[in-house]
């Protein structure tokens, strides 16, 4: 094999180029509002508050579909199709109730009190959270489009670089949970 050959061969993935290249973005911007949550809590006014419970639950959902997709992965690898179709429609499902417990958590926490102008601390919280809540949306319109194509009879793409790309993706998202869930349980 030539030397060209073997560059050729190490070449990654435009998208996947893209792809980290957003994340690596996304990462700085959630640093930099981590790091404003930290200057500001250190002046006077800065209220306390408890992590609604429905968090706890929507993080275990999370890290499920974040083994749930990497298990389709393995399977769209290996060309079990229909345990591919269930594994990312599990994804998705849990996606979606993840989702659903972000909003019965954040119901609870606004109902007992604690709403933009209540504090800054609260206004904080909202607005890290709601940023994630962003990109989790956006997961999960990745995940419904890959399940609608996966059960499409038009089209037979077996190239795994869309389903990689969506694992990536929702590993982030899970992994920038865990960050922030800890960080807000930590720090506040």
Known sequence: ??????????????????????????????????????????QAGWQTYEMPIAF?????LILISSLTVHLSLNAFRVREMARYRWLMLTTLVLGVLFVITQYVGFSAFWDSGNT?????????????????????????????????????????????????????????????WIYLLVFLEMIR
């Open 116 to 176: 933009l102008q209540a504090n800054v601390s609260y206004s904080f919280l909202y607005v890290i959270v709601g940023l994630h809540a962003l990109h989790v949306a956006g997961g999960i319109m990745a995940l419904l489009f890959m399940v609608i194509s996966s059960y499409s009879r038009a089209q037979r793409n077996y190239s795994a670089v869309p389903v990689e790309l969506v694992s990536t993706y929702w590993h982030f998202v899970d992994v920038l």
């Open 56 to 60: 706890w639950i929507s993080t275990a």
């Open 1 to 42: 094999m030539t030397s060209q050959a073997v560059h050729t061969k190490q070449k990654m993935h435009p998208h996947k180029f893209t792809l980290w290249v957003a994340i690596g973005s996304m990462i700085m911007m959630f640093a930099g509002l981590t790091s404003a949550y930290i200057v500001k809590r250190n």
